[in-house]
Nanobody
């Protein structure tokens, strides 16, 4: 079964750094894109960063200049480095990817289970 497995996150002080990782597991034929969204309590889910294997990258306005995303389409993994974290970055971060399973050969959208990031002031 194809799924995304997330790691990283946790508690960090304001101004600190944190990294998140995401890996596609199962029989995956192809990775098309990977990124992260986040959702804070009482707020809508918002874009953090997203990168396609063709090289297009998009960052959310709230994190531009503080976050770097990298994606490995061979290993089918992604890495998010967050610097200068602020209390308002506190949220559950969800990995998202376009994966083509070997079984269907049809691209589909997948979500990770989410990981908590808490930034203390």
């Amino acid at each position: 079964q194809v799924r995304l497995v997330e790691s990283g996150g946790g508690l960090v002080q304001a101004g600190g750094s944190l990294s998140l990782s995401c890996a596609a597991s199962g029989s995956v034929l192809r990775l098309g894109a990977m990124g992260w969204y986040r959702q804070a309590p009482g707020k809508q889910r918002e874009l953090v960063a997203y990168k396609t294997v063709m090289g297009s990258t998009d960052y959310g306005d709230a994190v531009k200049g503080r976050i770097t995303i990298s994606v490995d389409d061979v290993e089918k993994t992604g890495f998010l480095l967050m610097n200068s974290l602020k209390p308002e970055d506190t949220a559950v971060y969800y990995c998202n990817a376009i994966l083509t399973p070997l079984s269907t050969e049809i691209p589909d959208n997948y979500w990770g289970q989410g990981t908590q990031v808490t930034v203390s002031s």
